[in-house]
């Protein structure tokens, strides 16, 4: 497929010992969990932030662990996301920062109930760093109408094939996915990829390593 768009697909989170033996190998500690990943996918997104910033030292090692081409995905803490806490948006920002060019879209979780709000959503972009790319995962019908502040700002609600924005952020979150499926993903991302605009895609996590080769096929299918 021609086009210059990327598809990152992956996986929500790497440090599952279940995944041994059949995608991280049988001797494999969890020091080596991420570069063993990145050797087979190009990028994953980071969930445990949501419940903790993680300190700077440990993005430093997250990103020696990787190669220059591979993107983390990182969720904002729960501490801003749900209880509106954005005077701690300048530290998380600070932090992931560290990542430079490996750093992929921040993704902001609201609670499931939490209705529009355009004064927090522009609090929350004015806040972020220059250039941030943000996916908002508000599942609120209400929030259906923000579209187009999120495109001024060059951000993207999660699950949303259209837009103007230089990316899409995916979360698949129903196993299985059989090739038919996942070819009926693929036919959906071709027309935004050959566009030039990149796709963030990322299976559920279970507890066999199904998410990793659902990953792996759909980049297959893409080619």
């Known amino acids: 497929m021609a086009g210059s768009g990327r598809l990152f697909a992956g996986t929500s989170g790497f440090s599952y010992p279940s995944w041994k033996p059949d995608f991280y190998p049988a001797s494999a500690k969890p020091a080596d969990f991420l570069r063993v990943y990145a050797d087979r996918l190009p990028a994953v997104e980071l969930n445990n932030s949501f419940y903790r910033l993680p300190s700077q030292q440990l993005f430093e090692r997250w990103a020696a662990a990787t190669p220059l081409g591979f993107r983390f995905a990182v969720k904002l803490p729960r501490s801003i996301s749900l209880f509106g806490r954005l005077d701690q948006v300048g530290t998380f920002c600070e932090r992931a920062g560290t ?8 993704i902001a979780r609201l609670a499931d109930g939490r209705p529009r709000d355009d ?8 806040s972020l760093a220059p250039g941030a790319q943000l996916a908002l995962d508000a599942r609120d019908p209400s929030w259906a109408g923000a ?7 060059g951000a993207v609600r999660v699950n949303r094939l259209e837009g103007d ?8 979150r129903d196993p299985p996915y059989d090739d038919g499926a996942l070819d009926r993903v ?5 027309p935004i990829l050959a566009g030039g605009i990149d796709v963030f895609c990322f299976f559920k996590h279970e507890d066999e390593p199904t998410a990793p080769r659902y990953a792996a096929r759909l980049l297959e299918l893409v080619g």
């Open 147 to 153: 579209d187009r502040m999120l495109e001024g700002a």
């Open 186 to 190: 693929a036919v959906e991302l071709e």
């Open 119 to 126: 004064g927090f959503l522009r609090l929350l972009l004015d």
């Open 99 to 106: 990542l430079g060019g490996r750093l992929g879209p921040v």
């Open 165 to 172: 924005a230089s990316f899409r952020y995916l979360r698949l």
